[in-house]
């Protein structure tokens, strides 16, 4: 087949859209695979594709050739995937961003109860650093076609608002509304005018979450690609949900009857994600 290539695919919304070699080409690149293999990928990739198919196979088609040459690449490449294996409940998400926030130097606080004018509220994550003081809101959707939509900036701006109009002194600076999806056009919009500051998997360009997790190696502990679900499960239950804090205690390894070789298999990988 030529390089360029007009094929539908359908996305995990439902929406269809046309096959992009370039958007191919970029995920694979940020896996760290080098020119050769993403040659080869994307070679394999492009003469199995047919009108119709779906981006999850596509996905999956180029994860498993990156695992069978370089499980790192693979584990970099499975980002967005992983960060939906946090679920099915939000928490694990919650306690995710707030290690994100904690790793970036700031004092963190993980689902703290605030007063406002009208009600308490519950805040996911609380974070301070200087003169910053952040209170966020996270949304976590395990639906990988959902959008995080207008409705949510709006209902979290009437919260911090309420807030706002109690704390007289100590006074929040900053509400964030962070979403492991993407934001609607009205929702980014929306957020914008009311002066809330939105994270999402793509958003703000230059600073999003895939962003500043590749940029800091602060990958969620479900991207491993050498863990088992159940093991997963287990370290997130112990509050372990980044592979850096992974590295710290290895002890849970232990505990979950681990040999010794795979343990050091394991540990390798974390050190190379986390490049400690």
Not at 141 to 149: L, Q, T, V
Not at 155 to 168: E, H, M, T
Request: net charge positive.
């Amino acid at each position: 087949m030529t390089e360029e290539v007009s094929i539908d695919v359908i996305k995990s919304s439902g929406e269809k859209v046309q096959f992009s070699l370039d958007k191919l080409r970029a995920s694979l690149r940020r896996s760290g695979a080098d020119k050769k293999l993403i040659k080869t990928i994307i070679n394999v990739v492009r003469d199995e594709l047919y009108q119709g198919i779906s981006t999850k196979e596509i996905y999956n088609r180029a994860y498993s050739l990156l695992k069978r040459k370089e499980s790192i690449f693979a584990s970099k490449y499975k980002l967005k995937k992983a960060i939906y294996e946090l679920g099915p409940t939000g928490f694990p998400f919650e306690r995710f961003v707030g290690a994100l926030l904690q790793y970036s130097g700031y004092d963190v606080q993980v689902g703290k109860f605030i007063n406002g004018k009208c009600v308490t509220h519950e805040v996911d994550v609380i974070a301070r650093k200087n003169s910053e003081y952040v209170v966020a809101e996270c949304k976590f959707h395990s639906d990988e076609g959902r959008k995080c939509d207008v409705k949510i900036p709006l209902y979290i701006n009437s919260r911090y608002k309420d807030i706002l109009g109690f704390q007289k002194v100590d006074t929040p600076t900053e509400g964030w509304v962070v979403t492991n999806t993407r934001f609607t056009r009205d929702a980014r919009d929306y957020g914008t005018c009311a002066g809330l500051y939105l994270l999402s998997w793509d958003h703000p360009e230059g600073n999003s979450l895939r962003e500043r997790i590749d940029r800091l190696g602060l990958y969620p502990i479900t991207v491993s690609t050498l863990l088992t679900k159940r093991e997963k499960q287990f370290l997130l239950s112990r509050d372990i949900v980044l592979c850096r804090q992974l590295y710290k205690d290895d002890f849970y390894l232990d505990h979950l009857g681990v040999s010794e070789k795979r343990k050091e298999n394991i540990m390798n990988e974390v050190n190379m994600l986390c490049n400690l």
